[in-house]
């Protein structure tokens, strides 16, 4: 699939630039050009859903996902005994030392300027509709695609700011065969809020769409964008907008761009129904047959031991891949790491009674328990026999830990000479992994359903509390806070807020937003946002040199393909 939309793009591409070169007078009555492709209302809609397919596959293609989590305090990408080093890039990327020449440099914006492009492509196809009744369709439906290809562009725009700050607008592409200039963060900042509020009147309410709501953008869901693109704005543009922010989040609370609720169940936002969850305010459709990205390589199926699978009951894809997994909060001798940041599995644990602490489990009928892998992972093997999980390097069973080292086939409890721990240093044993959206089995007919919850309700419970927080509001951000965490925890829990919010600091607030978010493709830009990023310590990571590395590189190959573009500053 990703090979088939880079087909399309680089056809694409290739016939706007050899339009340049063609004969505008003459009559082409065999051939299908941009004045006579869209021809049936079926054709406006292909046509507007294009550009959706490749910005779902965007959320891990082209490296988006693994830049947005190795580079923090949350994931690793280990040298494994020799699986998964692949010339120490992710060790770049883990000790931010990454160069123009890291084709993942290039790959990102890429990835995210062939949605932008698509998008612009589909969108001058659309404006150029000047009777909409021809193709049996009224002027609001026809505004309402406008409205959510911008939408979905302005989606893309912002994850491109994120990355690499210095960036360059598309409007149009038809006709064009270079890009254009750069343009500065604050000028990219006003283009795509001026986006974003023009095209919240067109958009239809989630309750407009009803169960064709998954996959479509609607006022809520640019409304949210408004929300990330105001809580960050400090970081992009160098002012404040938290008040903004907060005004925004207030008003999706309160129904302005229709209805949305939590869900009383902590895994209800990711399981196999997800698609009509009121919580999902935008989402990607999923589908075992169709398609399914965050299940696919390079997100989630490559965050599991290689035959966990086999515990799971699901091998459907054959065998899984250790590429990512939590950065250890211990050294190999149990002791738990004295660094703030990181140490993602020791934070859930400062709350022992959260319901996601419980080992992933299949439960049946659409069921399961836990969100991580740890210890043994036993399953009955083609004998009838229980058998457990092994790696690829010995046949030994693995036990999963929070730390890192050659643990081999030492049996847990039992300490090793080894002390050391680092990128460079870790077996198959190594680091606890999170499964955030279900395996369910074989048989199971709701396994590989759930949709992709790229915003949730939740995320605008937890940018309002940050803009309490920072407004000296603590009593009103931790009751947001325990408004989402309270599904987590038991009744009555005493792992809630106290109500005057005295427990919240800095540290705690970012622990927070790590354990709600938890490889949700967002971790390094909420360490950015509080000036972490590259002063931080975390497991085999020092502090950066500078602040250059809040940004990235533009690929080298991207700078050979246009004579206009400058290198950001640091590179």
């Known amino acids: 699939m990703k090979r088939n939309i880079k087909s399309c793009f680089i056809l694409l591409a290739g016939l706007l630039l050899s339009g340049s070169c063609t004969d505008l007078d003459e009559k082409l009555y065999d051939r299908i050009t941009s004045d006579n492709f869209l021809q049936t209302k079926a054709d406006v809609i292909r046509d507007f859903l294009r550009p959706f397919e490749h910005s779902y596959w965007s959320i891990q293609g082209g490296a988006t996902f693994m830049l947005q989590e190795n580079?923090?305090?949350?994931?690793?990408?280990?040298?494994?005994?020799?699986?998964?080093?692949?010339?120490?890039?992710?060790?770049?990327?883990?000790?931010?030392?990454?160069?123009?020449?890291?084709?993942?440099?290039?790959d990102a914006w890429n990835a995210l300027y062939q949605g932008i492009n698509l998008a612009t492509n589909s969108l001058e196809d659309l404006q150029g509709i000047q009777d909409p009744g021809k193709f049996g369709m009224t002027q609001a439906e026809l505004d309402d695609y406008i409205a959510e290809l911008k939408t979905l562009r302005a989606w893309l725009n912002i994850r491109v700011l994120d990355l690499y700050?210095?960036?360059?607008?598309?409007?149009?592409?038809?006709?064009?065969?270079?890009?254009?200039?750069?343009?500065?963060?604050?000028?990219?900042?006003?283009?795509?809020?001026?986006?974003?509020?023009?095209?919240?009147?067109?958009?239809?309410?989630?309750?407009?769409?009803?169960?064709?709501?998954?996959?479509?953008?609607?006022?809520?869901?640019a409304a949210a964008l408004l929300v990330r693109l105001y809580l960050n704005a400090k970081v992009y543009t160098g002012q404040e907008r938290f008040t903004d922010c907060a005004t925004v989040c207030q008003d999706i609370i309160d129904g302005k761009y229709g209805t949305y609720a939590?869900?009383?169940?902590?895994?209800?936002?990711?399981?196999?129904?997800?698609?009509?969850?009121?919580?999902?305010?935008?989402?990607?459709?999923?589908?075992?047959g169709l398609t399914h990205w965050q299940y696919s390589s390079d997100m989630y199926f490559?965050?599991?031991?290689?035959?966990?699978?086999?515990?799971?009951?699901?091998?459907?894809?054959?065998?899984a891949n250790p590429k990512y997994a939590l950065q250890p909060g211990r050294d190999v001798d149990s002791v738990e790491y004295p660094f703030a940041l990181g140490k993602p599995f020791i934070k859930f644990q400062r709350y022992p009674?959260?319901?996601?602490?419980?080992?992933?489990?299949?439960?049946?009928?659409?069921?399961?328990?836990?969100m991580f892998l740890y210890g043994y992972l036993p399953y009955v093997n083609a004998d009838g026999k229980t058998d457990t999980v092994r790696g690829n390097k010995g046949p030994y069973p693995l036990f999963l830990r929070d730390q890192v080292g050659m643990f081999l086939g030492t049996p847990p409890g039992t300490k090793i000479s080894d002390k050391e721990s680092n990128m460079?240093?870790?077996?198959?044993?190594?680091?606890?992994?999170?499964?955030?959206?279900?395996?369910?089995?074989?048989?199971?007919?709701?396994?590989?359903?759930?949709?992709?919850?790229?915003?949730?309700?939740?995320e605008i419970y937890y940018s309002y509390?940050?803009?309490?927080?920072?407004?000296?509001?603590?009593?009103?951000?931790?009751a947001l806070l325990n408004a989402v965490r309270a599904r987590n925890y038991p009744a009555g829990s005493p792992s809630l807020y106290k109500a005057d919010g005295s427990q919240l600091t800095d540290q705690e607030m970012l622990d927070e937003w790590g354990r709600e978010f938890l490889v949700e493709g967002r971790r390094r830009t909420d360490l950015v946002r509080w000036g972490v990023f590259h002063t931080g310590t975390w497991w085999d990571k020092q502090p950066d040199a500078d602040d250059h590395t809040t940004i990235f590189p533009l690929g080298q190959n991207v700078l050979n393909a246009s004579r206009i573009l400058k290198q950001n500053p640091g590179y």
């Open 262 to 288: 939590l869900e009383s169940r902590w895994d209800a936002p990711f399981d196999y129904n997800n698609s009509q969850s009121a919580e999902t305010v935008f989402g990607f459709p999923g589908s075992f």
């Open 302 to 319: 490559w965050m599991m031991p290689y035959q966990a699978t086999r515990y799971l009951g699901f091998t459907d894809f054959g065998e």
């Open 165 to 221: 700050r210095n960036m360059v607008i598309v409007t149009k592409v038809k006709g064009q065969t270079q890009s254009g200039p750069q343009v500065t963060p604050q000028e990219a900042f006003d283009f795509i809020e001026k986006e974003l509020k023009d095209a919240i009147p067109a958009l239809p309410t989630r309750q407009d769409l009803g169960i064709n709501a998954i996959g479509r953008w609607t006022k809520g869901g």
């Open 71 to 106: 580079s923090t305090d949350e994931l690793m990408t280990l040298n494994r005994q020799g699986d998964w080093y692949d010339g120490a890039q992710y060790q770049r990327v883990h000790y931010h030392t990454w160069t123009p020449n890291d084709n993942y440099a290039s």
């Open 353 to 370: 009674d959260d319901y996601r602490l419980l080992k992933y489990k299949n439960l049946g009928n659409s069921k399961r328990e836990g």
């Open 424 to 458: 460079n240093h870790g077996d198959h044993n190594s680091g606890i992994f999170p499964i955030k959206y279900p395996y369910y089995p074989n048989n199971d007919d709701n396994k590989i359903s759930s949709a992709y919850a790229e915003i949730r309700l939740a």
């Open 465 to 478: 509390a940050e803009c309490k927080y920072r407004a000296e509001d603590r009593a009103g951000a931790a």
